[in-house]
């Protein structure tokens, strides 16, 4: 079997930074031997229009650092 090489994730950001989406969908992406993931969320209005530091901060200890 051959992995995808790359993927994408959306990760939703209504009114709370949902980290469980990060990990549900990295760690299995990493273990099937994804190469490159990036990330995609709402920018939010409370952080001036940038990723929710959270959510930031989830992906880097990853390893996701394109989004």
């Given at each position: 079997k051959v992995p995808i090489?790359?993927?994408?994730?959306?990760?939703?950001?209504?009114?709370?930074p949902l980290v469980s989406?990060?990990?549900m969908n990295v760690v299995p992406?990493?273990?099937a031997g994804v190469e490159s993931i990036a990330r995609a969320t709402p920018p939010q209005k409370d952080h001036g229009g940038e990723v929710h530091p959270t959510i930031h901060a989830a992906c880097a200890l990853l390893g996701v650092d394109e989004g």
């Open positions: 090489r790359r993927v994408g994730l959306y990760v939703p950001g209504g009114l709370a989406s990060v990990l992406a990493q273990v």
